[in-house]
Nanobody
Framework: QLHLVESGGGWVQPGGSLRLACEVSGFTSNDHAIGWFRRAPGKEGEGASCINRRGGAAVYADSVKGRFTISRDNAENTVYLQMNSLKPEDTGVYYC?????????????????????????WGQGTQVTVSS
């Protein structure tokens, strides 16, 4: 069983930056890919980014590519999401999630590594608000 706790959310003006952290604890907590997802008010959830177990490979949604950077510190059991050049449309609740193994399912329009059905453990979320 894994336990994930997000932190670092808050309010920021457009163009600003925030760094989210996801602390992972539990059995072999570093043996999981970690994804960041977000849900804006009244909208479907979206996978923003994910990072593999060793931190050597990352995937980003087109909507955040070039602005967000995911990283992990396995010694600290923490995954970070650095968010720069934030826009009002980035507002939402951000969740981190852990994957025990990808199923091989092909999803229409969404890379499997960014699909929420591929993730097994979830944090409670942290609110990010981007507004002037």
């Amino acid at each position: 069983q894994l336990h994930l706790v997000e932190s670092g959310g808050g309010w920021v003006q457009p163009g600003g930056s925030l760094r989210l952290a996801c602390e992972v604890s539990g059995f072999t907590s570093n043996d999981h890919a970690i994804g960041w997802f977000r849900r804006a008010p009244g909208k479907e959830g979206e996978g923003a980014s994910c990072i593999n177990r060793r931190g050597g490979a990352a995937v980003y949604a087109d909507s955040v590519k070039g602005r967000f950077t995911i990283s992990r510190d396995n010694a600290e059991n923490t995954v970070y999401l650095q968010m720069n050049s934030l826009k009002p449309e980035d507002t939402g609740v951000y969740y981190c999630a852990a994957n025990e193994g990808f199923s091989g399912t092909v999803y229409v329009g969404v890379p499997s590594v960014l699909h929420p059905d591929e993730y097994d453990y979830w944090g409670q979320g942290t609110q990010v608000t981007v507004s002037s």
